[in-house]
């Protein structure tokens, strides 16, 4: 009986070998990634053919009116985030009412520097009971010089 030998190894030398197993790494900076079934690139081709490019309907949509409750509602957010009431008298703990806005940065600035609150320095200022706590935790020579 005249039998096919199938060949299921293979015979190496060396640096043969060492060639051929990290022709499998990938280089440095490179990522090696292979997909198989679903998301081979055969499936995905396959899959393609097979059904039509559906197109999708691109609408414009506006965004919803604010309404009057909205507007109102913008202390009770910020009641939430900062767990502070911003209509609350810091001195008399009563509470305030909006008079009006001020939105144009010149007149704020001049506002501020009336007051004595302007600094030139954007950065949000830090109580000194900040700033010991800022030292006590950290631990860096340099910065602690800083504060």
């Known amino acids: 009986m005249n039998s096919v030998l199938k060949k299921n190894f293979a015979v190496f030398s060396v640096l043969d070998w060492i060639a051929t197993l990290t022709a499998h790494i990938p280089n440095k900076g490179e990522q090696l990634v292979r997909y198989y079934g679903y998301y081979s690139n055969v499936s995905r081709g396959k899959r393609k053919k097979q059904k039509p ?48 806005f001020v939105d144009q940065p010149d007149v704020i600035k001049k506002i501020l520097q009336h007051l004595g609150l302007w600094e030139e320095s954007h950065a949000p200022p830090q109580s000194e009971a900040v700033r010991k706590e800022m030292k006590e935790l950290t631990f860096d020579p340099f910065y602690s010089q800083l504060i």
């Open 53 to 100: 490019e559906e197109k999708t309907d691109i609408r414009k949509i506006d965004a919803p009116p604010v309404s009057r409750e909205l507007k109102k509602r913008w202390s009770y957010f910020i009641r939430k985030v900062y767990e502070t009431d911003p209509l609350v008298c810091p001195k008399c703990q009563g509470e305030m009412r909006i008079i009006s």
